[in-house]
């Protein structure tokens, strides 16, 4: 059986051809089979394009020893922590907010750092500038890894990611040397364009906010490669000089922090502190629990009183005594304590003391009244901040906690007592009392103005 063709040669011209059922079959057969390889070709580049992918993602985890460690704030997280503890007010550090066009003024005055610290070095620039980015260039694959948000990071090519990291790290080693070596804050300073006094706390806020973090590998490297004769203290102390400025701290243990916010935060830890294993052994048998108000707990006869400890964590309750170290109100006393939330809420590994005080004190201060009596107790000390303004910031971060276990709670002892002594016969009697002389106090007005 014949069959005819029509095909299009090269000058576009169609012809017939007579062909027979073998031909055609012939010809189907070729076609399936062009149709297959282009199928494999295509099926090819996706497995390729994935396998791609696949290595980029892996080799990203991979990067960094324990995973991703600098966060940035999305979703609810970044709803919670947005504004002004979340954003820094100064300088930009890393690639989170690099090139923000608020930050880029000071970005200029990064370069002037690093001419200081290679006229230190006695230097020539090209030379100097070969060493430091060598250095910083042997970590480029650990530092990106660092970053849980990767595209961020994607977006800048090496050579832009070495410069922001050199810049940012020689201008936070250079600001840690000079405050920390300043006995007299930063009145001595004679470069115009520096650091006023005023600017000090927001600098040092910026240092500590935690989208704005570098590893703490990377100051390392620079500190030691930067370091002359004249440079005679180690790092950590040089931390800890410069944020005494601002914020009391305890002597850093001597550790590998991941970077300087949880540098800090380790050092809030209380001084007995126990992992999150040792609570969850010793309250397995706890149910969730919270505790009454300040008011309530003062009308059960419980005293409250200032601590003497050189760490806000430390509280203690003991024989109707709640004892809680005085903490400042202030700007900076915010700006650390809700980044330090931040950091326990988004690292898997993280303790949980900041979270688990935040809780307590939501627990604690349920209105202006609460803050009131804090205050007058000397365990809160207000500035530049009314009673109303202080219960917003501890409700708003207390009920958007969203990671918190009262059963691996530091203070779960501690709560679980004072909720026993409130509950108590005793305590009972006394909020019968107090209820008892209200009224007959107010009962007695209208005789009493008569």
């Excluded at 660092?146 to 977006?155: M, N, P």
């Excluded at 303790?351 to 939501?362: A, K, P, Q, V």
């Excluded at 709560?415 to 002389?437: C, G, K, P």
């Amino acid at each position: 059986m014949e069959h005819q063709l029509v095909v299009v040669n090269a000058n576009k011209e169609k012809c017939k051809l007579k062909v027979n059922q073998r031909d055609v079959d012939v010809a189907f057969t070729i076609n399936q089979l062009r149709q297959e390889d282009k199928d494999q070709d295509q099926h090819k580049a996706y497995l390729d394009r994935m396998v791609h992918r696949f290595n980029l993602k892996t080799q990203r985890v991979q990067r960094s020893q324990s995973g991703p460690c600098i966060f940035k704030l999305f979703g609810n997280l970044g709803k919670i922590y947005e504004g002004d503890y979340q954003r820094p007010h100064v300088v930009s550090l890393g690639p989170y907010h690099h090139g923000n066009e608020y930050l880029v003024d000071f970005d200029d005055k990064k370069w002037y750092f690093l001419k200081q610290v290679l006229l230190k070095k006695n230097v020539e620039s090209g030379e100097g500038l070969s060493s430091f980015l060598k250095d910083v260039s042997l970590l480029e694959d650990s530092i990106r890894g660092c970053y849980a948000s990767y595209g961020d990071v994607a977006s800048l090519g090496s050579y832009d990611f070495l410069e922001m990291m050199l810049l940012d790290g020689v201008f936070i080693v250079e600001l840690l040397r000079f405050l920390g070596k300043s006995q007299k804050g930063v009145d001595k300073y004679d470069d115009p364009f520096f650091v006023t006094p005023l600017m000090v706390p927001l600098m040092v806020a910026d240092l500590l906010k935690l989208e704005n973090q570098l590893p703490f590998f990377v100051l390392e490297a620079l500190f030691t490669c930067s370091k002359t004769s004249e440079h005679g203290m180690d790092l950590l102390p040089l931390i800890n000089e410069a944020i005494n400025l601002v914020f009391p701290l305890r002597t850093f243990v001597a550790y590998s922090p991941k970077h300087l916010l949880e540098l800090v935060y380790r050092s809030l830890m209380p001084e007995s502190y126990t992992t999150c294993t040792d609570h969850r052994k010793q309250n397995k048998h706890m149910s969730n629990q919270t505790i009454q108000c300040v008011t309530e707990l003062r009308r059960s006869g419980i005293k409250l009183m200032a601590r003497q400890s050189s760490g806000i964590l430390d509280i203690e309750f003991k024989n109707g005594l709640l004892e809680i170290p005085t903490i400042n109100i202030n700007d900076f006393t915010m700006n650390l304590i809700t980044n330090c939330l931040a950091w326990e809420q988004c690292c898997i590994d993280a303790f949980t003391y900041i979270t688990d005080y935040i809780y307590f004190l939501n627990c604690l201060i349920n209105g202006p009244r609460d803050v009131a009596l804090l205050c007058g107790d000397g365990i809160i000390v207000r500035h530049s901040r009314d009673d109303a303004s202080v219960v917003s910031f501890f409700n708003s971060l207390g009920k958007n906690i969203l990671v918190f276990n009262p059963k691996t709670s530091y203070l779960s002892r501690d709560m679980r007592e004072i909720d026993t002594y409130y509950s108590s016969s005793w305590a009972t009697l006394m909020r019968t009392l107090s209820s008892h002389n209200s009224s007959s106090f107010h009962s007695s007005m209208p005789s009493l103005m008569s």
